[in-house]
C-alpha cells in the first residue's frame, strides 16, 4: 500500500472532493482509508447503564485509496516506489511520481 498512516493527503474525488486530512488508519484488506475529518458518518450508540443517556457520534468511515492523493509541498502527487542500492543493502522508498524526489 502506497499511502501510509500519518500521511497528509487530500481527496481527489466523490462527495468530500477537495478536503485534507491526516491518514489514522489503513485497511489493507479493502485498499481503504481513514482519514481524519473526512467521510463524517453520524452513529446512534445506545445508552450502555441504566440510567444512562444514549448519544450521537460523528465518526469517519473508510475512503477508497484510489480517491485519496498525497500531499507533497503545494502539489497531490502520486505514489511510486523506487530501490536504491545494490545486493544486501538495496532499499525500497516511496516517491512522488512528477518529481521523483522521496517521500
Do not use: C, W
Amino acid at each position: 500500500m502506497k499511502i501510509k498512516q500519518g500521511d497528509t493527503v487530500q481527496i481527489r474525488s466523490g462527495k468530500d472532493k477537495g478536503k485534507t486530512g491526516t491518514v489514522l488508519k489503513t485497511l489493507r484488506k479493502h485498499d481503504q482509508v481513514v482519514i481524519e475529518g473526512v467521510n463524517v458518518a453520524t452513529k446512534h450508540q445506545k445508552p450502555t447503564r441504566r440510567g444512562s443517556q444514549g448519544q450521537l457520534i460523528q465518526k469517519s468511515m473508510p475512503v477508497h485509496i484510489s480517491k485519496v492523493g498525497v500531499i507533497e509541498g503545494d502539489k497531490v502527487v502520486r505514489v511510486g516506489y523506487a530501490f536504491e542500492g545494490e545486493g544486501d543493502k538495496r532499499t525500497k522508498n516511496r516517491i512522488s511520481r512528477p518529481s521523483g524526489k522521496k517521500i
